[in-house]
């Protein structure tokens, strides 16, 4: 069973288009998360949501828009995309705990802007 | 607001030898976590490290949390080439969110 699982994998669209990234676990984790990761391998801070809340929007534009149903999923809308957008996007999981606890994240999706 | 940062960015090494990276935080941490991306792959927790001073092994690796809990490292012994991947270093902050160091690539020549 996966643990963290996004949809899709591998997105390619034009500049200016509206996408959106699912993601669930299964885990029972209160907390979930999205992450950048660039070209360069740096993993950015995006969000954090605890028990559908949101916690922390790391100074990520306007275009991104979490959105979590319920605590088990967190989907990630993105309006207007830009070239700059292009990355892998990592969705993690964990229980609350101040950064105590270890995260799981899901296999990522590769999204490429053109 | 808080940093972390790791060095080295690469390392090369032969199979079999040893490999160290490196971690240090602007502030001081409650605790600080460890993982490994392969390559194509996602980040996998591997281990966390809570006491000033502690130190834990996992098989070949060995952790270190620095006596001021501001630095940490990640040793692998007798490196194998089923050890590449990028290490990353991650320290908590608010909002139940982790700063990640900016990682250690690691190759293994055969």
């Known amino acids: 069973d996966t643990a963290v699982s996004q949809t899709p994998k591998y997105l390619v669209t034009q500049m200016g288009n509206d996408k959106s990234i699912k993601c669930e676990q299964n885990?029972?984790?209160?907390?979930m998360y999205w992450y950048k990761q660039d070209s360069k391998k740096f993993l950015k801070i995006m969000f954090s949501?605890?028990?559908?809340?949101l916690i922390i929007n790391e100074t990520v534009p306007n275009r991104f828009s979490p959105k979590s149903p319920d605590k088990a999923h967190l989907n990630l809308h993105i309006n207007s995309l830009e070239l700059g957008d292009s990355a892998v996007y990592f969705c993690?999981?964990?229980?609350w705990g101040q950064g105590a606890f270890g995260y799981t994240f899901g296999s990522g999706t590769r999204l490429t802007v053109v | 607001g808080q940093q972390v940062m790791q060095i080295p960015q690469y390392q090369h090494v032969q199979e079999g030898e040893d490999f160290t990276t490196y971690c240090n935080s602007s502030t001081t941490l409650s605790n600080i976590q460890w993982y490994k991306q392969r390559p194509g792959g996602h980040p996998v927790f591997l281990i966390q490290?809570?006491?000033?001073?502690e130190v834990k092994k996992q098989k070949r690796l060995t952790f270190q949390f620095g006596e001021a809990k501001k630095n940490s490292s990640l040793h692998i012994t007798a490196t194998q080439t089923t050890d590449v991947g990028t290490y990353f270093c991650a320290g908590p902050r608010a909002g139940n969110m982790l700063t990640f160091g900016g990682g250690t690539r690691l190759m293994v020549k055969p």
């Open positions: 993690a999981s964990s229980q």
């Open positions: 885990l029972g984790h209160d907390t």
């Open positions: 949501y605890n028990n559908k809340e």
């Open positions: 490290l809570v006491k000033s001073g």
